[in-house]
Nanobody, 120 residues
Framework: QVQLVESGGGLVQAGGSLRLSCAASGSIFSINAMGWYRQAPGNQRELVAM???????NYGNSVKGRFTISRDNAKNTVYLQMNSLKPEDTAVYYC??????????????WGQGTQVTVSS
């Protein structure tokens, strides 16, 4: 089993910054991809940012230029630096990871979610 533990959410004013962290632990052989999704009330879960083991990075259109994802492979941890936050960034942010426990196909795991609230 693999556990993802998120931290760093909270309340911030518009224009401010927050940094989210997500640490993976458990039965990990390799992490193929790891990143962040978010879900606001009444909306579907959407991609925020994702990084792959090969170094690829993908951002959701609404956060490009404002958010930066980074990864510490030694710590099995991914970070999301969020700058110039807007009220529409308010959502529960979920860490997700595609993890292989034995070198074969990976499985998708999710964290419990962390609330980010941006006040206007």
């Amino acid at each position: 089993q693999v556990q993802l533990v998120e931290s760093g959410g909270g309340l911030v004013q518009a224009g401010g910054s927050l940094r989210l962290s997500c640490a993976a632990s458990g039965s990990i052989f390799s992490i193929n991809a790891m990143g962040w999704y978010r879900q606001a009330p009444g909306n579907q879960r959407e991609l925020v940012a994702m990084t792959t083991s090969g170094g690829g990075v993908n951002y959701g259109n609404s956060v490009k230029g404002r958010f930066t994802i980074s990864r510490d492979n030694a710590k099995n941890t991914v970070y999301l630096q969020m700058n110039s936050l807007k009220p529409e960034d308010t959502a529960v942010y979920y860490c997700g990871a595609d993890v292989s426990s034995d070198g074969s196909w990976g499985n998708l795991y999710w964290g419990q979610g962390t609330q980010v609230t941006v006040s206007s």
